[in-house]
């Protein structure tokens, strides 16, 4: 399978010296296209240091980052910008959605700063909202959908420029347990549709739903294991480090 995100020897390393905090602590990673992969940890554990290392949000201390072939280790702010712009879609525990623009317009936003034309943004939008179930309130406004309805605008939203990487930051963390799963089922349809989805996550429940497991702990991979009774399709069994 192609790699798709590779992390060689990274390190995150805050107050250097004798007082230093390593975030992250020599973390080696591969993820292929196509994964659908839990990255678990409690906090303070190191989990949000990563995702910002894979979110391009943050550059390491020490080691590379590989990202659909690219060192992105190195980049400026503004290549970062661009490589967060193009490569990833982003999904946070918070919806982010404007109030005042209806689904269809708050998914069609990163579309606009793209340079997408309007025909095909509202093209794209239309389709990205029918994937996760929301063609019926494509013209609602936030307030007047539940937390389940704008967490799957959100989605909507990170996956309509189809970038290569869906980057999902404890997406359930707001919502019920009955928002919760049809929020996990979205997640898992757009994994069977060959995307590429990294999910983190602080709950053991949330990550027995997913294929692979990367559990972190005290800014190492603690664990790296195929879960059975998870969704993802890649059958290759990982030993646990």
Do not use: W
Request: a negative charge.
């Amino acid at each position: 399978m192609e790699t798709l995100v590779e992390v060689k020897d990274l390190c995150k390393i805050y107050n250097p010296g004798e007082n230093e905090v390593r975030a992250l602590d020599h973390v080696a990673l591969k993820i292929n296209r196509g994964e659908f992969v839990a990255i678990i940890g409690h906090s303070g554990s190191g989990k949000s240091t990563l995702m910002n290392m894979l979110g391009c949000l943050d550059v390491p201390t020490s080691g590379q980052y590989f990202l659909n072939g690219k060192d992105v280790s190195n980049m400026t702010d503004d290549e970062l910008s661009d490589v967060r712009n193009l490569e990833i879609g982003f999904i946070f525990q918070g919806f982010n959605l404007i109030p005042n623009l209806t689904a269809r317009e708050n998914v069609e936003l990163p579309l606009i700063y793209r340079g997408v034309a309007k025909k095909e943004r509202s093209a794209l939008a239309e389709e990205s909202l029918e994937m996760v179930g929301l063609a019926h309130r494509m013209d609602h406004k936030p307030s007047e959908m539940s937390g389940g309805q704008q967490q799957r605008v959100a989605i909507a939203r990170a996956i309509a420029a189809r970038p290569p990487v869906i980057l999902a930051d404890e997406p359930t963390g707001n919502l019920d347990s009955k928002s919760t799963q049809e929020i996990m089922n979205v997640l898992k349809e757009l994994h069977d549709s060959g995307r590429t989805v990294i999910l983190i996550t602080h709950d053991d429940d949330i990550a027995a739903q997913v294929k692979r497991v990367i559990r972190i702990k005290d800014g190492k991979i603690e664990a790296d294991f195929m879960n059975e009774g998870g969704s993802d399709s890649h059958e290759d069994k990982l030993e646990e480090k």
